[in-house]
């Protein structure tokens, strides 16, 4: 990791369209001045925190390949990863690059001791994986609205089906599906079951 971190680049995402980066750009661009640091480029998208591919994101992972920068900088740990495995798998890989990571809401920079501690805390990924669940059954939800399906009851509907399947995809626990949707454990494994029987109908 670098000490004297000096070339950063911004990292800023939000999922829809309806939303904006300029605050978190903002925000950014704040603590670079803070700390003397050089903003050598910004990498901004449009794409949900679920989607399983997000070439800026990608681009930017290139370009920390590259070491044409110091640090990344997001405003917060749900900008930058996926799923909890993939985020483990971004610090390692950032640790073995030699990029610090910089995440403002969550206060942590990896140049300095304190912040490469705070890596193994739980409560970074805890409140990393609420944020993911909730934005994930948002989109679900969105989906089925766009699809004509009228929501809320029966407490089992569309709805609620396009949100699991959404989540199962991520590969989301069956408890933490139905403890995040409020229905049982076993309507949620009735999709997940049927999403297996479709996926061997296809193969």
Avoid: C
């Amino acid at each position: 990791m670098t000490t004297t971190p000096n070339r950063v680049a911004l990292y800023a995402r939000v999922s829809t369209n309806a939303q904006h980066t300029e605050n978190q750009l903002r925000r950014l661009h704040e603590v670079a001045a803070l700390r003397g640091w050089t903003v050598v480029g910004e990498y901004v998208e449009t794409v949900s925190g679920a989607a399983k591919v997000r070439p800026v994101f990608d681009k930017l992972m290139a370009d920390a390949r590259r070491r044409r920068f110091d640090t990344i900088a997001a405003v917060d740990v749900s900008r930058l990863g996926r799923s909890l495995s993939g985020l483990a798998a971004l610090f390692e890989e950032v640790r073995q690059i030699g990029v610090d990571l910089y995440l403002d809401r969550e206060a942590m920079d990896t140049s300095t001791p304190a912040g490469r501690a705070m890596l193994g805390l739980a409560g970074v990924f805890a409140a990393f994986e609420r944020d993911l669940i909730i934005e994930r059954t948002m989109a679900g939800l969105a989906t089925a609205r766009a699809k004509g399906v009228r929501l809320g009851r029966p407490p089992v509907g569309d709805g609620i089906v396009e949100a699991i399947r959404s989540l199962r995809e991520q590969k989301v626990g069956i408890n933490s599906i139905a403890r995040e949707l409020r229905v049982g454990k076993s309507t949620v494994q009735r999709v997940a079951d049927q999403m297996k029987g479709e996926a061997a109908h296809v193969g």
